[in-house]
């Protein structure tokens, strides 16, 4: 089990929002940064949010991020067709050895 | 505009050695730390190993500890995954994936991956 608990699915109809959580089970963990990235079918890992809430150049801003104590949440709007992918959250885990960690993932459907 | 092109990827008996290269450009190779991610068929993100700028620091996820080594060669912009014995849990697509920086800092850009099949 991974030390970064996501939910395994959500659904949203497109226009609405949603919400992803990403329980942290490591306080090496809960120390640092959280990214976020989207896996869209057929396609490579895209960055969407790095270091908890900032957006890399290109990333809409309907998407956000936000960590708070041991749980991290990827926020977003406007739901559309597009969006339908799994998400992942991953940060660095500097306990007895450095490692980097993802979360299970999550698949979004966008009804 | 950063590219990663990885290659080697093959399939391959259990026990066996395999070697994955990642040919990257467009980008000041050696002031980034880079990293192999896989992903299983039907499985989720898992990262395998890190390889600081300087060649100086390497991490390695528990899976693959003392099985896989990873190296670079700044001079060639080259980054190398070195696999022994392999398992059938082994088999993934293995991504060549650049840190956003030289450090533990997160990935920014991804390869398009090279498969890996382990089995007889």
């Known amino acids: 089990q991974s030390v970064l608990t996501q939910p395994p699915s959500v659904s949203a109809a497109p226009g609405q929002s949603v919400t992803i959580s990403c329980s942290i089970g490591s306080s090496y963990i809960g120390r640092n940064y959280v990214a976020w990235y989207q896996l869209l079918p057929g396609t490579t890992p895209k960055l969407l949010i790095y270091d908890n809430n900032k957006r890399p150049s290109g990333i809409p801003d309907r998407f956000s991020g936000s960590k708070s104590g041991a749980s991290a949440t990827l926020s977003i709007t406007g739901l559309q067709p597009g969006d339908e992918a799994d998400y992942y959250c991953g940060a660095w885990d500097s306990g007895l050895s450095v490692v980097w960690v993802f979360g299970g993932g999550t698949s979004l459907t966008v009804l | 505009e950063v590219q990663l092109v990885e290659s080697g990827g093959t399939l391959i008996q259990p026990g066996g050695s395999l070697r994955l290269s990642c040919a990257a450009a467009?980008?000041?190779?050696?002031?980034?730390?880079m990293n192999w991610v896989r992903q299983a068929p039907g499985k989720g993100l898992e990262w395998v190993s890190f390889?600081?700028?300087?060649?100086?620091?390497?991490y390695y996820a528990d899976s693959v500890q003392g099985r896989f080594t990873v190296s670079r060669d700044n001079a060639q912009n080259l980054l190398y995954l070195q696999m022994n014995s392999l398992r059938a849990e082994d088999t993934a697509v293995y991504y060549c994936?650049?840190?956003?920086?030289?450090?533990?800092?997160?990935?920014?850009?991804w390869g398009q991956g090279t498969l890996v099949t382990v089995s007889s």
């Open positions: 390889i600081s700028g300087s060649r100086t620091t390497m």
């Open positions: 994936v650049r840190s956003a920086a030289d450090g533990d800092r997160p990935f920014d850009y």
């Open positions: 467009g980008f000041n190779f050696r002031t980034y730390s």
